[in-house]
Each structure stands twice: as structure tokens, then as C-alpha cells.
């Protein structure tokens, strides 16, 4: 939300419920959208074995409830196909889906091994979109995206956490940042560049699915080691191997092929790993010098 009331001024927001599917229904019917993105989840994989039932419900059936909205409102039925002028739809899939990865890099044909409930809830949305689009026609499509970062990231994820600690540890306020696995790999990109690629597949004339990643893949250890790195520190001296932050099953390597996107769409990311961790421990440290040492921590990065 926080993110979302930035920029309240030109955004004009409408209230709808994923596990509601009368409040989508009557979204879509007073906004009447070109355009549909679904950005919503329970996003943060651990909480998905605490809240396993609820992440099935908002991860996996809200996709359901969007898609019926859109569906409902367009009058579209299996014997009827959508008319000219269609609802676009978009649904974010995530590279979590890829999980215990058959092969890397992981392309929009790789098989999927989810390793969490919030990886088996985003599958159910995958092929659920793939379902509408093949049963009634809809343009409807997801993007696979790799792990997206900028400042805005909520403090518990790991990008964040780190940048957040770092800024914490360098201006006095902390001595400690505790992880958890720091030899998991992640292929890291830089939201803003995914957001393009979101639009650049509505804009297309053919629905279709498409992976969205960099192409390179980093340690969460690389990405320690930079952080502290570009405030003058060293990790050596800081960070705290925690159990606590261990997974009951992790996703050992993620690495995208984004050929089709970069053939298809001419989607190209344009901030590297280092640009994009240089950006965040910046924004972190200006944010806590300016705050007196306080960020908006809603989850809060201890909560798992
Ligand atoms: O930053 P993370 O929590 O992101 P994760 O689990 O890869 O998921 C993110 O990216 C997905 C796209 O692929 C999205 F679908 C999803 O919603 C989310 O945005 O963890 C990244 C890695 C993991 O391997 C984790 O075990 O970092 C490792 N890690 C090590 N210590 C930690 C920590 N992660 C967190 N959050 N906190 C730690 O202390």
C-alpha cells in the first residue's frame, strides 16, 4: 500500500477483494479496463507454510475470481467468444514456479517444480490463465518473472533486508544483519524493467506467455558482499548465519532465458545486478539519514 498511496494523486483507486468475487465483478463493471494486471498475492514465500490455506485462496483461486470477473463482464461463455475490444488480461507468474529446476537457464518450456505453497498457488494461476485463453478465447497471459527488485521492495525480502541493514549498520543504528541460506542463487532485475515488459505483452496482437529475467544469476553472498561493499564495510564483520531464516524446502538456483521476450517483444532489461544494488543501498541510506533511522518495516524483516 505504501507504494500505492505515493501516488494516490493521479491514481483513482476502486476497492475489489480477492477472496471476494462480487467486489471484482463490480470493479470491473464501474471501471470498465482496456486493460486488467493482476500484481496481487501473498507474495512472501515463507509466510506461505504459515498461511498455506489463505495463500491458496489469494495466490491461486483469486486468479480464478479475476478471470471470472472479466469473464462475467464481458458476457464471453464457451459458446459465445469474447467481442472485438476484449479485457486484456495480465497475470503475474513468478519463477517460483520453476522451483527445483529441471533445467537452467529456465525458459517458457522448462517443467515446473514448485517448492512452496506460494510456488503451487502461483502454478494453479498459470495454467489457469492458459486455461481461459484456450476455453474461451480471452486475451489472457502471464509473465514468468524472475525476482524484481528497486527501493520500494518490502523490508522482508532479502534485496531489501540487506540494503535496509547495511544503511542501518553504516549511519550506527544496528552492528548485526542475520540471513538465512546465502548460497541460494537468484537471477535479480530491476522492477521498473518488468513493468515494461508487462505492458510490452498486452500491447502484442497474439496472447502469449513469456519468461522475464536477466539472464544472470548472483549468490544472496554476492549480493551481501556488494552491499556492504559500496558503503565501505565488510560483510566479514556484520552479518550472522541465522536457522531461523532457513526454508523448509528452498529454490536452490534461479536463471532466466529471456530469448522469446528479447526476440518477440524487444524487452531488454537496462539496469544490471550492480547498478540495481548500488540503487538500493543508496535510497536506504538517504532514507534512514533523513528518517533518524526509520523505514517502513511493515512485515518486518524478523518476521520469519
Ligand atoms: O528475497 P526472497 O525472499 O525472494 P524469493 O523467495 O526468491 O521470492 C521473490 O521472488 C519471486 C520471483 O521469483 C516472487 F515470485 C516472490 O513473490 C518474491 O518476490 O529470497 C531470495 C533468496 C531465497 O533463496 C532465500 O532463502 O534469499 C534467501 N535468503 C537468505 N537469507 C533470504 C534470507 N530471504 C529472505 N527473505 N530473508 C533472509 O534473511
Known amino acids: ?7 494516490v494523486g493521479d491514481v483513482r483507486l476502486v476497492r475489489g477483494d480477492l477472496l471476494d468475487q462480487g467486489s471484482l465483478i463490480s470493479a470491473v ?11 496481487a498475492a501473498m507474495s512472501y514465500v515463507p509466510m506461505s507454510w504459515q498461511q498455506a490455506e489463505l495463500t491458496g485462496e489469494v495466490t491461486g483461486l483469486g486468479v480464478l475470481r479475476v478471470l471470472e470477473a472479466i469473464r462475467v463482464c464481458s458476457g464471453i461463455s464457451a459458446s459465445r467468444s469474447p467481442a472485438h475490444g476484449q479485457i486484456r488480461f495480465y497475470q503475474a507468474s513468478s519463477s517460483e514456479m520453476f522451483g527445483k529446476v529441471r533445467e537452467s537457464p529456465q525458459t517458457e518450456r522448462t517443467p515446473f517444480h514448485p517448492r512452496s505453497p506460494y510456488g503451487v498457488g502461483k502454478t494453479y494461476g498459470h495454467f489457469l490463465t492458459q486455461n481461459y485463453r484456450e476455453s474461451y478465447g480471452m486475451f489472457a497471459v502471464s509473465g514468468i518473472l524472475f525476482n524484481h527488485e528497486s527501493p520500494r521492495r518490502g523490508a522482508e525480502f532479502v534485496s531489501r533486508k540487506v540494503s535496509l541493514g547495511v544503511a542501518k549498520i553504516k549511519l550506527g543504528y544496528e552492528r548485526q544483519l542475520r540471513l538465512g541460506n ?10 521498473g524493467d518488468y513493468v515494461r515488459a508487462m505492458q510490452l505483452m498486452l500491447a502484442r496482437d497474439d496472447p502469449a506467455d513469456f519468461v522475464i529475467g536477466t539472464g544472470v544469476t548472483h549468490e544472496v553472498a554476492e549480493l551481501v558482499e556488494l552491499a556492504f561493499k559500496i558503503a565501505g564495510l ?5 552479518v550472522v548465519c541465522d536457522a531461523a531464516f532457513i526454508r523448509p524446502a528452498e ?10 521476450a528479447k526476440d518477440q517483444l524487444g524487452w531488454e532489461p537496462t539496469i544490471g545486478f550492480e547498478e540495481l544494488v548500488t540503487m538500493m543501498v543508496e535510497a536506504d541510506l538517504e532514507l534512514l539519514s533523513a528518517s533518524g533511522g526509520q523505514a ?5 524483516p524478523e518476521s520469519w
Open 234 to 238: 565488510d560483510w566479514r564483520d556484520h
Open 251 to 260: 529454490v536452490d538456483h534461479l536463471c532466466a532465458d529471456p530469448s522469446k
Open 29 to 39: 463493471e464501474r471501471v470498465q479496463p482496456d486493460e486488467v494486471y493482476n500484481l
Open 182 to 191: 546465502m548460497q541460494a542463487r537468484r537471477d535479480w532485475g530491476f522492477a
Open 1 to 7: 500500500m505504501r507504494g500505492i498511496r505515493q501516488l
Open 296 to 300: 517502513d518495516e511493515s512485515f518486518g
